[in-house]
Structures are given as C-alpha cells and as structure tokens.
C-alpha cells in the first residue's frame, strides 16, 4: 500500500483537484516539488512544460469552482479598459448579456487564493486561460489598442515624438542647413568654405573624440560574468518578436527562441504580426509553437512600423524583464539569463541592457561582410564603452532587454520613428537611466543586394535624422536635464552618424582637391591655417577613430581580413548616397518603413566566421497560442 503523501510533499493547492481529472498524482507531486524550486505556480509550470494543456487545466478549475468555463467571445462590461484588465486578469461581463458577473484568467496564487473562498464568495464568475483572456480583452479594446500604440508618446510627450506637427519646421531646417553646408564645403568662395570647413571640423571633432574614448574603454572580450541566479530568483521574462512578412523565417524564429534556456514557466514570448499578414500567420500555426508563446495581431493601423507593433505588444507583456528580437535573430542560448543576472547586480537607473549583434554571413556578399565589420566595431567595441563611460547609447534594434516597469514609464516606443531603437536609447538617457552592453551574442544575417542593403540603410539614416530632429527641438531642457556633457556626447553621436555620411566624402574631395592644387600646404592668411590645420587633423583623427574600432572590432569577433577591405572607398560612397537618399525620403515619406526580406539559413549553415554555436530545439504545436483567432482570420 502506498503511504500518504505529506503535507510537504503533497501538490500544492492549485493543481491538487487535478488528480479528479485523472491527472497521476505522481506527477503532481513532482511538478509541486519542480514549482517551488523554480519559484513559480505549479499550474504555470505544467502548462508551460507542456505536462498538461492550458484549456484542459481551466476546465478542470471551472468544474472544481463550479462555475462558468469561457472558451470563447464574451460580452464585456461598458467602459472597459483594457490595460485595467489586463493588469488585473480580470473583467467586468456585461451583466444584461452574460450569466455571470466576472471574467477571471488566474494563475499561480490568484487560483489558491480563489479556491480558499467559500463559494458564496466566489460571486457568479467565468473562468478562462490567459490566451483566451488575452484574445477578448485584445478584441473588446482594439480601437483603444490600436490608438495608444501609435499615440500615446504623442499625446503625452509631443516634443519627444517624431510624429510632432512642429518637427516640419525642424525637417525643413535640417534640409537647408545641409545642402548650405554642402555649397560651403564644395564653394570657391574661401570665406564661405572656412565657415562651412569649421562647421564641419566641430561635428567632426566630436564625434571623434566619443568614439575614441569608447574605444579606450572599451573592455576586452571574456569580462568578469555576474554571480549566477538561483532558478527560483530568476524573474519573469517577456519576449516581444515583431513579425511583417516573415513567413519565410517564422519556423527558424520560434526554434530559436525555444532554444532559450530559462525557465518554461518564466517565459511569455509575443509574437506579433500584422492584421492582413495571412502568410505569417499561418507560418507560425505549423512551427510548433510552445505553450509558452502567443500570437498576437497586430490591428489595422498608421503607422504600419515595428515600433507600433511593439506598443501593441507591450501592455500584454507579463514579464518583470522584456527583451526584443527580430523574427531572423538566432540569440545565444543563455542570454536571457546572463541579462536577468547582470541586472541583478545593477543600478536601479540601468534601465536596459543591450546584446551583441553579430552577422552570420559576412562571406555571402562584399555588403555583408562590411555590415559584419561595422557590426563589430559597434556592438563588440563601441557600445560597450559607451557603457562603461555611463554616455547615451543609441540602442541596436533587437537584442534589448529592458526592466519593463521602467519600459512602460517612458511610454514604451515611438511608433513615427523609424529606428526607435536609437530614439529609446537617447530618451532613456534624458531622464537620467543608463543602458549598457552585455557579452551575449545574437547572431543575424545582412543584406547580400544592393537594393536590399541601400533600403535598410536609408530607413535608419532617416530614422537618425527623426532622432537627431527630436533632440534638438529642446536642447536647454536636454542639457538641464542630462547635463553638458552626456548631452554633448549624445548629439556628437547622432550628428556624426549624419554628417559622416552626408558631407565627408565631399569635405574629403575638397581637402583632396586643396592638396593637389597647393593651397592646402601653403595657405595664404589666418583663415587658410586654421582651416588647413582642421582640415588635415580631422583628416588624420578621422581616419584613426574609423580604422580603430574596425580593426578591434575584427580582432574581438574574430573576422578574417580580407581583399574585399581595398573595396572600403566604395563602400563609404555607398553609405554616403544612402544617407542622401535617406534626406530625400524623410521630405516625401517620413514614417514610411522600408520592409527588409528575411531568409532562412539553410539547415547546418554555418559562417566561416563563428564556430561552436548552439543548434536550435525542435518543438510542439500549442493550439491554444491561437485562441480567439479562427482559421483565415
């Protein structure tokens, strides 16, 4: 005869009823003692693991209460509010409709709670599983959804959004400014060249002293790692993936992030896809999804951007921790927890925590391989010492990790800003939070086309003209609030991104063209020294603030020189018309956002440059991740 469980080793409250429903109590022994070790609610640890369905735990707890199951559309309340409902896993049904009063999607111990209550107490509720809370809460509040994702930056701070009626006046600014700096430096006129060169030369200046000072402390690869985190002290984690015709990589997406290793019963991972994207949507329904994963639809709506779809994810988000990922990013299998860990260890005011980036097919194309470059110049040497020197970083577009209670006090993202990446970064840093660098990798591929590279890179260049445009609508409100120095360093950062691009292939001819015809070496007055004198040390800083962070960047990532490097000229020409293309959309098309083609990686691929790396996990299908969607909807 078998021995009564103990007190201690009996299942806990919430899953106990289920050996009514013929579930082994063998089983709910060890998910009890598995639960507590990990820190969770034994329910949410059966159904994340997949031990048992979701709608089949509801089910049973609906038999258990007595009580309405909800498996379908309801009718809620008048007023409802959907953030209300979600914060709360509960909503008012509409009484003169429904035979209950509530709606309740509990887990963990909101359920012990509910099954402590007499059942007069209890009140005449439903009970539902979170996809299926999520689906009707998302369905009843779609028009408010829909309308906070793309505004409410706008509405509650205008001047730091780039949808802003008054950034017109900044746009056509910008413009001039940068074709009478263009006539400056390209000009006979030698008074108006010297203004346009010093003008230049102080951008310049800048830009290179924030990115040789990264450079410098920049810490080496193999950094002391943060003390590890129990199971049971590991926090919640959301995971956002946006996805807009990615039908192509949706399978790759979701093995990589089961591929993750955390806690089932931690993990809340979004999937986001567009109203009308049919192709991805059903991608998704056949690649396994795990219990732990939602589809979630993003509704109809301007702007159709990724920051958008991420704003309709973000009042969803359950997860003490949020990270993002592209659908085509394969990140490292652990660093969820090393994030979780270094943030355990961190300042409150360390608001996010950015992965590195690093290109997977830098050997498919000459574009890829200086995308691979420039990758690791930026994510291997450039942003961590910007960390490290506590300055304002511009954030890479995937692989952050943010504390999500600080994510939603800055309103989330900007939905009118093509690359929120870099705009968050910034924001982030106007209000006194830092971000810094953490060695965990997520690999991605590059363009290899040029018209695939060139469109890419125009829709950032644009988006750092929105950035740039924003920040200086308030510089005294920047500086006041920042400082003079982290305010320096941040508009040196995104001005040199621009002015790079936009005028330094002209200022270079210019100087080239002055050297050629002796004016540089032998100037005439006071004004052809000073402007010879920056004109050659820009030229020489210049080229040792490009040449540095490449050249560490290559040896701490490990790429292979290589001949396509004589081919750099070209490749900074390329860079600079895209930057020119980029001024010429943000006056006809500023929010327009231009969709980058994914493709798989074929099965086994593996980059030349990158050995050892970890091979995603095949997984299940969770019917249930598509609750309150029908088939071709």
């Known amino acids: 005869m078998q021995a009564p469980a103990t007190t201690k080793n009996a299942p806990p409250p919430e ?7 013929g579930v082994d109590p063998g089983l709910l022994t060890w998910s ?56 709360a896993n509960v909503a008012r049904a509409d009484p003169d409709k429904e035979s209950f009063d509530w709606i309740l999607s509990p887990r963990g111990k909101q359920v012990r709670d509910l099954l402590a209550l007499p059942g007069g107490a209890r009140g005449r509720i439903a009970v539902c599983a979170p996809k299926t809370f ?65 003008a230049l030369s102080a951008v310049f200046y800048g830009g290179i002293y924030v990115r040789l000072c990264a450079a410098a402390a920049s810490p080496p690869n193999g950094a002391a790692a943060a003390p590890r985190l129990r199971e049971a002290d590991l926090p919640s984690y959301t995971i956002i993936a946006p996805m807009y015709r990615e ?11 089961r591929a993750l290793d955390y806690p089932a019963a931690k993990l809340d991972i979004k999937l986001v896809v567009e109203e009308d994207d049919t192709e991805t949507f059903a991608a998704l329904r056949d690649a396994g999804l795990a219990p732990y994963m939602e589809v979630v639809i993003a509704p109809a709506g301007a702007p159709r951007t990724k920051p958008r779809a991420l704003n309709v994810a973000l009042p969803l988000a359950r997860g003490e921790l949020l990270a993002i990922f592209d659908a085509e990013d394969r990140p490292e299998r652990g660093q969820l927890r090393v994030a979780a860990e270094r943030f355990a260890v961190s300042p409150p005011q360390v608001a996010c925590l950015q992965a590195r980036l690093a290109i997977d097919n830098g050997h498919e194309s000459w574009l890829a391989y200086f995308f691979a470059i420039s990758y690791a110049a930026l994510f291997d040497v450039i942003n961590p010492g910007l960390g490290e020197l506590g300055l304002p970083m511009p954030l890479g577009g995937t692989s952050n990790h943010f504390r999500t209670a600080l994510l939603r006090r800055m309103i989330g993202w900007d939905a009118w800003n093509v690359t ?56 005294r409100a920047q500086i006041r609030k920042m400082g003079w120095f982290q305010a320096f360093a941040a ?79 070209a490749y900074l020409l390329l860079v600079s018309f895209a930057a020119w293309r980029a001024l010429w959309e943000w006056t006809r098309k500023p929010f327009a956002w231009t969709k980058t083609d994914h493709a798989p990686r074929p099965a086994g691929a593996r980059s030349y440059f990158f050995l050892n790396r970890a091979q995603p996990l095949a997984g299940t299908q969770s019917p249930s991740a598509f609750a309150g969607f029908a088939d071709g909807d």
């Open 32 to 87: 009890g003692r598995r639960a507590r070790y990990q820190g969770v609610g034994a329910d949410e640890l059966m159904i994340a693991e997949g031990l048992i369905a979701e709608d089949f735990y509801y089910r049973a707890l609906a038999r258990r209460l007595n009580c309405a199951c909800l498996e379908g559309a309801a009718s809620l309340a008048p007023g409802f509010d959907y953030r209300a409902a979600l914060r």
């Open 420 to 475: 929120e990446d870099a705009d968050l970064g910034l924001r982030f840093a106007r209000f006194g939070y830092e971000v810094r660098a953490i060695e965990s990798t997520t690999y991605e591929d590059a363009p290899v086309s040029l018209s695939a590279w060139l469109g890419q890179r125009a829709r950032w260049m644009k988006g750092w003209m929105q950035t740039l445009a924003v920040f200086l609508r308030t510089p």
């Open 247 to 257: 039908a192509g990589v949706a399978a790759q997406c979701v093995h990589a992030l």
């Open 134 to 198: 999520s689906a009707l809460a998302r369905a009843a509040g779609k028009s408010a959804l829909a309308d906070d994702a793309a505004f409410a930056l706008p509405r509650a701070a205008p001047r730091l959004s780039a949808c802003a009626p008054q950034l017109r006046w900044s746009n056509i600014a910008f413009i001039l400014a940068s074709f009478a700096l263009l006539a400056g430096v390209m000009t006979a006129w030698r008074d108006l060249f010297a203004v346009a060169a010093l």
């Open 15 to 21: 899953i106990a009823f289920l050996a009514e429903a």
């Open 491 to 569: 508009f040196c950062a995104m001005a040199t991104l621009l002015a790079g691009p936009l005028f330094g292939p002209f200022y270079g001819l210019r100087l080239f063209y002055d050297f050629t015809s002796g004016d540089l070496l032998d100037p005439h007055d006071w004004r052809d020294v000073i402007v010879s004198g920056f004109g050659l040390s820009v030229a020489f800083f210049g080229l040792l603030a490009f040449a540095l962070p490449n050249v560490l960047g290559m040896k701490r990532r490990g790429l292979r020189p290589s001949l396509v490097l004589l081919l750099t000229p």
